[in-house]
C-alpha cells in the first residue's frame, strides 16, 4: 500500500511525498511533486494529485505492478475499483473486491473526483514521459523504458470525458428550480446567526468577509493587511507562496474585489479593537491570526477554520462549507445584474467558462428574479441587531 505524507521543513514550509509498505519515498512521485511545486500549483492540487497517483500506486501494487508498468487495462480496472476503495468497501489489498457478488454495486465517481483522476494520472505520466538524461551523450541501458513510452497510455485517458448531464436547474416547473436554487445559497438571516454566534471580532469579520467577496476560504486565511484599501473601497487578492500557514490564492493573479462601506468598517473595528491590540504589538502583516493562544500573530491555520465551521454549525444548526459563501456570492452578483465576465473576474475564474460551467442556470431572467440583494440585506440586519440592545446576550455576540 502507497501512502500520502507530509514533510514539514519548518512552521511555514512543507511538501508531499508517497512512501511504500516498508516506509521509502517512491522516487518517481517524489520527483513528480517537486516539479508540481516548481511550477506552482497550488499546494491543495499538489495534495489532491498526489493523494489520486497513491491510490493507484496502492492499486497496482496490489496486482504485483510496479508504477512504471500501467496499461490500460490496469487503469480502467483501476476507476473500476476506485468507488469501492473510496466508499471503504475495498480491502487496500484486494483489487478484484468489486467482483464480490456479496456486495452492492458502488456508486460510480462523480465529474467533480473523475477529472480530478484524469488530470493526476496525466500529469504524473507526462512528467514521466518527459524525464530525459541529463547529458545526451551518456549512455542509456536499453533495459528501461523510453521516454515516449506512456504516449499511447496519454493518448487514451485524453479520449476520456466526464458525462455532462442536461442541466437539472431548467427541467421542470418553474418552483421546482426555486426550491433548488434557494437550498443552495445562504440566506441574509442565516448569515447574521452565524456572525451572532462568533465569540470573536476576527471571527465576525471573517464570515461577514466570505460572504461579501466570494473569496476561497484560502484566499481569505493569506490576506494582509496591505491588501485592503480603505480609500478606494476594494480588497485585493495577490497570490503569494510565502504565506506562513501554507495558504494560497488558487488563480495567479491579483484581482481586486470592491466591496461595501460596512465591510471596511467593521475591519477597521476588528484592527482597533482590544481582542486584536496584542497582535498588532506582534507586527504581524496578516489580518486573519492569533489573537489568544498559540503564537501571537501567526496567521490563522486551515484546521482553525474547520474547527470554526463545526463550532458554528453545531451553535446555529446550519449546515454549511466556507465553499457555500462563495457560491452564495456569485447567486447574489448575478441576481444583481452582473455579466459574466464581471463575476468570473470577482470570483477569481481563470476562464469565464468555468463560470459559465457552475452558474450557467442563474443567468437566466427568470432564475435571476428568485434572488434577494444579500449584501444589504445582512447590513440591514446587523444595524437592527445592534440596535435592539441584544449586546448582553449570552456568549457568541461579545464581538459587538
Excluded at 462601506?261 to 502583516?285: N, Q
Excluded at 440591514?380 to 449586546?391: K, P
Aim: hydrophobic letters at 35%; charged letters at 25%.
Amino acid at each position: 500500500m502507497l501512502e500520502l505524507v507530509k514533510i514539514r521543513f519548518d512552521d511555514s514550509n512543507y511538501s508531499w511525498t508517497v512512501i511504500d509498505d516498508h516506509g521509502n519515498p517512491v522516487d518517481e512521485i517524489r520527483d513528480w511533486i517537486v516539479h508540481l511545486e516548481q511550477i506552482n500549483l497550488s499546494p491543495n492540487t499538489i495534495q489532491a494529485y498526489a493523494r489520486h497517483v497513491a491510490r493507484l500506486g496502492t492499486y497496482l501494487h496490489s496486482n504485483s505492478k510496479e508504477i512504471t508498468g500501467i496499461t490500460v487495462s490496469d487503469y480502467d480496472r483501476f476507476l473500476e475499483w476506485l468507488p469501492y476503495h473510496l466508499s471503504g468497501m475495498a480491502d487496500d489489498s484486494s483489487n478484484l473486491a468489486f467482483l464480490s457478488p456479496s456486495l452492492e454495486p458502488a456508486a460510480r465517481l462523480g465529474p467533480t473526483v473523475n477529472n480530478q483522476v484524469h488530470l493526476a494520472v496525466k500529469s504524473f505520466y507526462r512528467y514521466l514521459t518527459g524525464r530525459e538524461p541529463a547529458f545526451a551523450s551518456v549512455a542509456v541501458s536499453n533495459r528501461h523504458q523510453p521516454v515516449d513510452s506512456y504516449k499511447p497510455f496519454l493518448e487514451h485517458i485524453n479520449q476520456r470525458r466526464s458525462v455532462r448531464k442536461k442541466d437539472p436547474y431548467l427541467k421542470g416547473d418553474l418552483g421546482s428550480v426555486r426550491k433548488r436554487v434557494t437550498e443552495k445559497r445562504m440566506s441574509p438571516e442565516a448569515v447574521l446567526e452565524l456572525i451572532k454566534a462568533c465569540s470573536l471580532v476576527r471571527d465576525a469579520f471573517l464570515v461577514t468577509l466570505l460572504y461579501n467577496t466570494g473569496m476561497r476560504i484560502g484566499e481569505a486565511l493569506g490576506l494582509r493587511h496591505a491588501d485592503v484599501d480603505l480609500a478606494d473601497g476594494v480588497i485585493w487578492v495577490i497570490p503569494r507562496s510565502d504565506n506562513e500557514n501554507g495558504a494560497r490564492a488558487k488563480s495567479k493573479r491579483a484581482r481586486a474585489i470592491p466591496v461595501m462601506p460596512y465591510l471596511l468598517e467593521m475591519y477597521e473595528d476588528y484592527i482597533t479593537s482590544t481582542e486584536y491590540l496584542a497582535a498588532f504589538e506582534s507586527g504581524t502583516e496578516y489580518v486573519f491570526c492569533n489573537v489568544k493562544k498559540g503564537r501571537i500573530g501567526k496567521a490563522l491555520s486551515r484546521s482553525y477554520a474547520e474547527n470554526l465551521k463545526t463550532y458554528l454549525i453545531k451553535r446555529t444548526g446550519y449546515t454549511f462549507t466556507w465553499h457555500h459563501f462563495r457560491h452564495t456570492h456569485a447567486s447574489e452578483a448575478i441576481a444583481d445584474g452582473h455579466g459574466l465576465l464581471a463575476v468570473a473576474d470577482r470570483l477569481g475564474h481563470a476562464s469565464p467558462q468555468t463560470t459559465l460551467d457552475f452558474y450557467k442556470h442563474l443567468f437566466s431572467s427568470e432564475v435571476r428574479k428568485l434572488h434577494l440583494t444579500g449584501p444589504s440585506k445582512l447590513k440591514e440586519r446587523l444595524d437592527e441587531f445592534m440596535e435592539s440592545g441584544a449586546q448582553s446576550t449570552e456568549r457568541g455576540i461579545k464581538w459587538i
